[in-house]
């Protein structure tokens, strides 16, 4: 059994016990003003709404989010957690989007086409690949003019938190966001509460947090989802690891093999750039493979690998 004082909030279980359920709506209203109160302004209430939309199309009846709400003023709120990378996922997140959008359509009556705010936040549990190194743990994305850089339509938000970029210690935590960002990224290795973690919000957060609260039933399902996320780290982290290691091998050999014909400079850059492509090939192989013993189902381990359903399927 866990020996952590509190629940890993990137597992599905924490994050539906911290954010998800109505005993926890105050919590997720209070972060969600932090983080979008200049745009959105206060919210005051919040409804949670069906999370699964029945869509006309096979892809759609699998539009899942991890949370789905509506504040009082008829504005829909996407919120989800990302625990790994996954191909396509910008243009998953604005799918998503479509949804909270299109039941808008008001039938059997006419329709001046005007619609309420949507925001889409994302939790990840990884970085974007193209801003390594620069530490950016915050994106705020809307429609804009590239010429002017001004917002063309403010209706449509995109809020991404990149929480392997946030490194703030407990003394730099200048904002009620900052100790946010710090409380969901650090949770799980706490031992206790820190003091400069403050207020009735925070009280709540905390008593919904403890793993000592939980009911034997809700450890187990806990215990199961925790499992599910370490299992899927080091799944990921095993593969990566040998999927830099064939890579640099089958760079070298190619290399050889090119340098023959064009010479040893040129040969070995040839290796580099295709032994590469190798490797991130055979390091989605190796993935996929560990993720179908997780029992995933294939559709899930083409989106997170990046290889076709059909590829996976030969791996079976």
Same mark, same amino acid.
């Given at each position: ?8 909030? &990137? ?5 539906? +016990? ?26 005051? $209430? ?16 699998? !539009? *899942?989010? =991890? ?18 990378k996954?191909?396509?996922?910008k243009?998953? !997140? ?6 909270? %959008? ?19 936040? !994302?939790?990840l549990? &990884? %970085? ?9 743990? +915050? ?41 946010w ?9 706490? =031992?206790k +509460? ?7 919000? &925070? ?6 947090a ?5 009911? +034997? ?12 996320y370490?299992d899927?780290?080091? $799944? ?9 290691e %064939?890579?640099?091998?089958? #760079? ?6 090119? #340098? ?14 295709? #032994? ?6 055979r390091?989605? %192989? ?11 189902? *294939? ?6 690998t ?10 079976q």
């Amino acid at each position: 059994m866990t020996q952590e004082k509190y629940i890993n909030p &990137f597992t599905d279980f924490g994050f539906k +016990r911290l954010f998800g359920q109505e005993p926890s709506k105050a919590i997720l209203m209070d972060f969600l003003n932090e983080l979008l109160r200049e745009q959105e302004g206060e919210i005051k $209430s919040m409804t949670y709404l069906k999370n699964e939309h029945l869509g006309s199309g096979e892809v759609d009846r699998k !539009a *899942i989010f =991890d949370l789905y709400c509506e504040n009082e003023r008829g504005e829909k709120f996407i919120v989800e957690l990302q625990k790994t990378k996954q191909n396509f996922f910008k243009d998953r !997140a604005l799918y998503y989007s479509t949804f909270p %959008i299109q039941e808008q359509a008001k039938k059997g009556s006419e329709w001046n086409y005007e619609l309420k705010a949507v925001y889409t936040v !994302a939790i990840l549990d &990884f %970085i974007f690949e193209d801003d390594k190194g620069k530490n950016k743990y +915050r994106y705020d994305v809307k429609l804009t003019d590239i010429d002017t850089q001004k917002i063309f339509y403010d209706k449509l938000t995109f809020t991404y938190l990149a929480m392997p970029n946030f490194n703030k210690k407990l003394s730099e935590l200048e904002t009620k966001f900052d100790k946010w960002l710090y409380v969901i990224k650090n949770l799980a290795s706490l =031992d206790k +509460r820190p003091p400069e973690l403050k207020g009735k919000i &925070f009280d709540a957060f905390f008593e919904t947090a403890a793993i000592a609260k939980m009911t +034997r039933s809700e450890l187990l399902n806990y215990e199961d989802s925790l499992k599910y996320y370490r299992d899927l780290h080091n $799944s990921l982290d095993t593969a990566k690891e040998e999927g830099i290691e %064939i890579g640099r091998e089958e #760079g070298i050999e190619i290399g050889r093999e090119e #340098g023959i014909e064009i010479g040893k400079e040129e040969g070995i850059e040839i290796g580099k750039e295709e #032994g590469i492509e190798i490797g991130e090939k055979r390091k989605a %192989i190796e993935t996929a493979k560990n993720l179908l013993k997780l029992n995933l189902t *294939i559709e899930q381990i083409a989106e997170t690998t990046g290889l076709t359903v059909e590829e996976v399927k030969n791996i079976q």
